[in-house]
């Protein structure tokens, strides 16, 4: 049988066609525009992601025995506000994981209501990205369409309800919207309350490989498939891209270096930061995960390869850059503020250390050096925890780099597992659908027959002492100039 995944990023909608052996048939990716209305604001408009996507099923499924299509499953970019009225139309464009509009309602949500309360409701604690305090700005800010909300959803759930008329998410996704008990996998009263909304608003949960329901019938016309296609719940993009690398079960690692980047740590139990640095969110294998996110991560390299030096060609800027951990340049990669550790919206991006004979590749390391130690922050409070983490697999745009790569397994002091099959949320989101559709009897299982490493890097001594004293540096900087962002 063949399974659908599909990956509703930020900038694409990327589709990928598995078999049930896990072999990748085909991968077909479309993009769509992101909207800036105001500095710091990031929207969408939600039938650019629909219109993308069916577009996108088409070419995927063409040349192919459609008979054989089981299951569609989803993985999607977090945190992200749809609403819909009482005719089912989109109230306003989606506000984004990464809009930074909401640091007033952050500020009430974390301070005012107050951490401890929220941590007991959530497991978490309030994010500029996360959905509730977007919920709060629209009440304060926009009334009239706060009060025609009859449906809320998350971007990938948006999908999933044009696609089958299943009203649903999962629980890894409805983790991030700070409106979900975590450690009970159903929805907060106390936060519901907090927000004004009611329950019948919210989608119905399920684990992220149930099947919700079936492919509308004129959908399944329209793409030339037979009645019948189950619909899998699917799972929050980095959620759907450990189970693409294998990170289920107990105490596995996944770094992610996509448009934001983040430290993914799997855990059969429940556990929460005291400190809340790291969000502790229920994840796709039917268990538990602990996840440091920075905001601007592979996006940092592409902003300055595209913006800055007006290039497309990234190897180029990479290729003679040897003098590893001797960089005398920082770079501090908070583009769009920053979440783990810092809980920052107001952070910026900043280079340090420059001097007359500071050349472009030094200002290019610098950006690649900058987000691992920027990830590492997230990784020493997990080791402050007690969470041993001796090896990580990686997935992402950015770990195509081999430099990077080799960076990270020196900065985090960690081997780097590479997979054969580097495709995250999309394969992630296909695997979830061949659990839903029997194929596997567990996420576990389908991870366990699916996912091969076959390549680590090691972290290398000499690297390791000399980027330990260049790390102590970097997390000097950020308390160094913190009140001035927030001043500014």
Not at 48 to 67: F, H
Not at 100 to 116: A, I, P, S
Not at 447 to 462: S, Y
Request: glycine content about 10%.
């Amino acid at each position: 049988m063949l399974y659908i995944g599909v990956d509703l990023g930020t900038s694409a909608v990327k589709l990928l066609l598995m078999d049930g052996d896990g072999s990748i048939r085909k991968i077909v990716s479309k993009e769509y525009p992101l909207h800036f209305p105001q500095p710091g604001w990031s929207e969408q408009q939600p039938e650019d992601w629909y219109r993308q996507t069916i577009s996108g099923l088409k070419e995927l499924l063409a040349d192919t025995d459609r008979s054989q299509a089981a299951g569609i499953s989803f993985g999607g970019q977090m945190h992200g506000l749809v609403v819909l009225d009482q005719d089912d139309k989109v109230i306003r464009p989606a506000i984004l994981w990464n809009d930074g509009r909401t640091g007033e309602e952050t500020e009430y949500l974390n301070q005012t209501v107050g951490k401890e309360k929220l941590s007991a409701y959530t497991a978490n604690i309030a994010f500029a990205g996360f959905t509730a305090p977007k919920l709060l700005w629209m009440q304060k800010h926009e009334p009239e369409n706060f009060a025609a909300i009859r449906k809320i959803m998350l971007p990938k759930d948006y999908l999933a309800y044009r696609l089958s008329g299943s009203f649903c998410t999962d629980v890894s996704d409805a983790s991030g919207m700070l409106l979900m008990d975590v450690k009970n996998r159903c929805w907060s009263r106390p936060m519901l309350e907090i927000c004004g909304i009611g329950e019948e608003m919210l989608p119905k949960i399920h684990e992220s490989y149930q099947v919700t329901g079936e492919l509308r019938p004129e959908i399944a016309a329209e793409l030339g498939l037979g009645k019948g296609v189950k619909v899998i719940a699917g799972a929050g993009d980095n959620a759907a891209a450990a189970v693409g690398t294998g990170t289920v079960g107990e105490g596995k690692c996944n770094l992610s270096l996509g448009t934001s980047g983040t430290i993914f740590i799997s855990s059969r139990r429940f556990g929460a930061d005291p400190a809340n640095a790291l969000h502790s969110f229920a994840h796709a294998d039917g268990n538990y995960h602990l996840m440091g996110c920075m905001l601007s991560a592979a996006s940092c390299n592409k902003w300055w390869n595209e913006e800055i030096l007006r290039t497309g060609d990234f190897a180029r800027e990479q290729a003679g850059i040897t003098a590893l951990g001797d960089n005398s340049v920082f770079f501090l990669p908070y583009l769009m503020g920053e979440r783990s550790p810092h809980n920052d919206p107001d952070a910026r991006a900043m280079f340090f250390g420059m001097s007359m004979d500071t050349t472009r590749k030094e200002m290019t390391q610098a950006v690649l050096e900058g987000v691992a130690f920027a990830l590492r922050d997230s990784l020493e409070v997990a080791k402050s925890l007690g969470i041993p983490i001796e090896r990580t697999k990686i997935c992402g745009g950015g770990a195509r780099s081999s430099l990077w790569k080799r960076m990270i397994a020196s900065i985090l002091d960690v081997r780097v597992d590479v997979i054969a099959q580097e495709e995250g949320p999309a394969l992630g989101a296909a695997m979830l659908a061949a659990v839903g559709c029997g194929e596997y009897a567990s996420v576990e299982e389908a991870a366990g027959a699916i996912v091969r490493v076959v390549d680590t890097i090691e972290p290398e001594p000499e690297l390791v002492g000399k980027y330990k004293q260049k790390y102590e540096q970097f997390r000097r900087l950020y308390p160094a100039v913190k009140e001035i962002f927030s001043n500014s």
